[in-house]
């Protein structure tokens, strides 16, 4: 089969012939339905040799969908054909954190499928049972995404909730893949104000239709006005919940400074940031949190949500032959959605 693999740190990824695996005892081979390209991949694609200690080469995609292929021993629940969704992090399922339900903070997930080792950007893909949400009436060609930006933020959503009484408001910093389910969740399980910025006018449209009551422009040099107006839309108070799908050292300042007593604040994004933390610069009792991604019972509730027809997934599609255009157009922010390749056609 063919994968598209990164083989060398520095260097763009490219297509390989590679063996169509085997699924053991108690695996699964999916045929590889859609991939959604997260901002991450870039991150892994422009990494100098040393940075990250991933063993090359290794196929790229985490964010996967697919059908029954073939069914490793002691599978016998799933029927041939049968559409599923990958959890996003791989996880033993017998450690400290899987027993309790934290699986995506497993040991196990430090390096996994896209990320360290094969992925979903190829005709088939091996995976454990345990790590397969089955779909009953989504298209798995579109539903990628939602295995890792629509968890990682309903994750994030989620553990903010206690805060996010009637009349509060939400900050959502980052309204591109992940900060736009997070508009919808804010929504969908909320009844606060929701207050959407980016720098790119097109996302805060999209995130206007979503549901966001208020969109911000951030222009890189209007950080004091937004996180004024920020402020007197929330009433002067600031927000019960913040979230930052960014995560620089900009996006992380504003996140603080508009944040309220006793409310949390999310630096989901992975941008490198760093922030000062300390009297005067975090309100009073507020929280503040660092997520990876989100576990199988998010995985579950999420794809619960969407089969109910109450979450928007929008996505690009592209067949296989193009993922270095479709990566290419995720590097340069011109993509309103989230793209997905589609390795079968």
Known sequence: MTAYQLVEW?????????????PGPGEVLLKVAGVGLCHSDIMFL???????????PYTLGH?????????????????????????????????????????NYCQRGQMGRGY??????AQYLVVSRRELVPLRTLDPRRVGPITDAGVTSYHAVKKALPKLEPGTTALV?????????????????TQAQVI???????????AQELGA???LLSTGDNAADLVAQIRELSGGEGCAGVFDFVG??????????????????????????????????????CDLFVPMAGSISDLQEVVAIAESGALRIEVELFPFDQAPDAYERLRHGTLRSRAVVTPNG
């Open 173 to 189: 910093i980052g309204a591109g893949g992940l900060g736009g389910y997070a508009v919808q969740y804010l929504r969908l399980l």
């Open 116 to 121: 360290g080792e094969d992925g979903g950007l």
């Open 213 to 215: 009551h208020h969109t």
């Open 63 to 103: 964010e996967t969908a697919g059908w029954v292929e073939a069914r490793g021993a002691g599978v016998d629940d799933l029927a041939e054909g049968q559409a599923l969704a990958v959890v996003g992090v791989p996880s033993c399922g017998a450690c400290h954190w899987c027993v309790r339900g934290h699986d």
């Open 46 to 56: 422009d990494a100098p040799p040393g940075m990250i200690p991933y063993p090359l």
């Open 10 to 22: 520095g260097q763009p990824a490219r297509y390989n012939e590679v063996p169509v695996p085997e």
């Open 196 to 206: 959407a910025v980016d720098t790119a006018q097109h996302r805060l449209d999209f």
């Open 248 to 285: 620089d050292d900009g996006t992380m300042a504003m996140a603080l400074q508009c944040a309220r007593i006793l409310g949390t604040v999310g630096i989901v994004g992975a941008g490198g940031g760093r922030t000062y933390v300390g009297w005067g610069s975090l309100p009073l009792e």
